[in-house]
């Protein structure tokens, strides 16, 4: 039998490949990851709801299927972590607040559908911000989890729980939400892998919302492989989300071997291809940036750069248009909580209680400029992508901040740690475009620093594979907290 620390070590795809081969038992791995979240959690405050009998029930289904030679897939036998506004039929759906904290869907989430459908089951819910309205991880109501790589930091949010997890090893992976940097920045701060997808590829039916124009479903990982196996489950149609696009199936795991070639439209006769061409807007990076954090982000460009990939400056001043993105989304998160804030509005976190109330002043003029404003950065991004596959950024200014920093210099400038959280990843959820964090080093406090590449709309799948290619030549994510 497996020690349960070398299980809980094991990717996503090492554990399909172990169960598949019935070298590992779904069950055996169920408890492994229990015993590390009953030895871990009371420190590190993750899981808002443990569903440890229920996952190890659905455990013990995907053994018998999988020893009846019933295999679904790799994600069969395989469990993960539900960030706390996925909607669980039967388990209670805080949202990170007071206000629901005692209420218990009757209905699933289409994407926790979707994993039951894999074979895929949750360890339990995972706390979040209040209503995924921070970017810190910060939630004085229910639970502020702390970093596993340095304790009294910041994971980053809103998918806080997550973040703290994965990177703890209490799960080999766990679903997040993106509206301004919610996968990236905690994935960045706390070492993982996450991927914000293209907007309307995986359904947001059964998330509680914030943003409608913003929200976007998807998975924080281990690594890109896992991501783009986890993708391969999560992503589709459904009819019930009035955002979800039409779109053939994809296999994001399909062309992961190719690296940093190019596809079609690179290949020669002989079969080897150019590299994806990434260009680094440094202008914008340098504007506001840790000096640790840039010089990890430009040893990655060098990385990216030895794997074969084209890699050269561009100019875009209109990234500084992203700040909008907070405008729109503090206008939609208003809208959306008018009933909530009339009728409970004492039970809300002050913070996220004041931004929201603080909606309900901007104009429709404001939000309508915003809008605007929005469309011509989504035509000047469509433009840069014309000459180039892949954006790099660092995903955040700075390493994880300490608990109760409100205020930080970054490099010089003076941020409050919300603005030094999505100043980087937040102008990409204007436009939808997929992108993902990757860690590329640390700092000199042993905090973790993330890498984003950025794709044109629905080049999901060429984002994963230069994940892959960089993952492939470099062992930061391969690193564990020590715990």
């Known amino acids: 039998m497996s020690a349960p620390a070398a299980i809980t070590d094991l990717t996503v795809a090492q554990l399909a490949d172990r169960i598949s081969a019935r070298e590992l038992s779904p069950v055996e791995a169920t408890e492994a990851y229990l015993a590390r979240i009953e030895a871990l959690d009371g420190e590190l405050g993750a899981f808002a709801t443990l569903t440890g009998e229920q996952a190890l029930a659905e455990a013990k289904a995907a053994e018998a299927e999988i020893m009846g030679g019933d295999y679904r897939g790799p994600l069969h036998g395989v469990p993960y972590g539900t960030k706390d506004i996925y909607w669980t039929k039967g388990v209670v759906t805080a949202n990170g607040s007071k206000v629901d904290a005692g209420w218990v869907p009757d209905r699933d989430a289409r994407v926790v559908e979707l994993l039951r459908e894999a074979g895929s089951f949750s360890l339990g819910k995972l706390h979040t911000v209040e209503y995924a309205f921070d970017p810190t991880g910060r939630n004085d109501s229910l639970g502020t989890p702390h970093n596993p790589w340095r304790r009294g930091h910041f994971t980053g949010g809103s998918s806080s729980g997550s973040g703290a997890a994965v990177a703890a090893g209490m799960a080999p992976w766990a679903l997040g939400s993106d509206t301004g940097g919610s996968i990236r920045v905690p994935s960045a701060l706390c070492g993982l892998t996450g991927l914000k997808p293209t907007y309307g590829v995986v ?7 914030l943003s409608w124009t913003f929200d976007t479903v998807g998975p924080m990982c281990r690594d890109a492989v896992d991501a783009a196996l986890v993708m391969n489950a999560l992503a589709g149609y459904d009819p019930e989300d009035p955002r979800s696009i039409p779109r053939p199936a994809e296999n994001y795991v399909r062309d992961l ?14 079969g080897k291809g150019e590299g994806l ?7 914008y990076i340098d504007a506001a940036i840790d000096v640790e954090v840039r010089a990890a982000f430009a040893q990655a460009l060098d990385v990216l750069a030895d794997v074969g990939m084209e890699v050269a400056p561009i100019a875009v001043p209109e990234l500084e248009w992203g700040n909008l993105g907070s405008l729109i989304i503090t206008a939609e998160a208003a809208a959306l909580h008018e009933a909530r804030l009339r009728d409970h509005a004492p039970l809300y976190e002050q913070g996220v209680r004041l931004r929201l109330e603080s909606g309900k002043f901007l104009s429709s003029s404001d939000y309508l400029k915003a809008q605007q ?10 433009e840069v992508f014309e000459h180039c596959d892949l954006l790099a950024l660092p995903t955040t200014t700075m390493p994880a901040p300490r608990h109760g920093e409100t205020v930080v210099s970054v490099g010089g400038t003076e941020l409050t740690t919300r603005e030094a959280m999505i100043r980087i990843t937040r102008v990409f959820n204007q436009n939808g475009l997929p992108a993902l964090s990757a860690p590329c080093g640390f700092s000199s406090l042993g905090l973790p620093i993330g890498l984003m590449l950025v794709g044109r709309a629905f080049a999901d799948a060429t984002v994963l594979r230069a994940a892959v290619a960089y993952q492939r030549v470099t062992d930061w994510h391969t690193c564990r907290p020590p715990l």
């Open 203 to 209: 359904s947001r039916t059964g998330v509680t919302p």
């Open 373 to 382: 404003i929005r469309v011509k950065l989504g035509r000047k991004l469509t």
């Open 277 to 283: 061409r990434v260009h680094v807007p440094w202008d």
């Open 257 to 270: 071997h190719l690296g940093a070639r190019g596809l079609r439209r690179h290949f020669d006769d002989t």
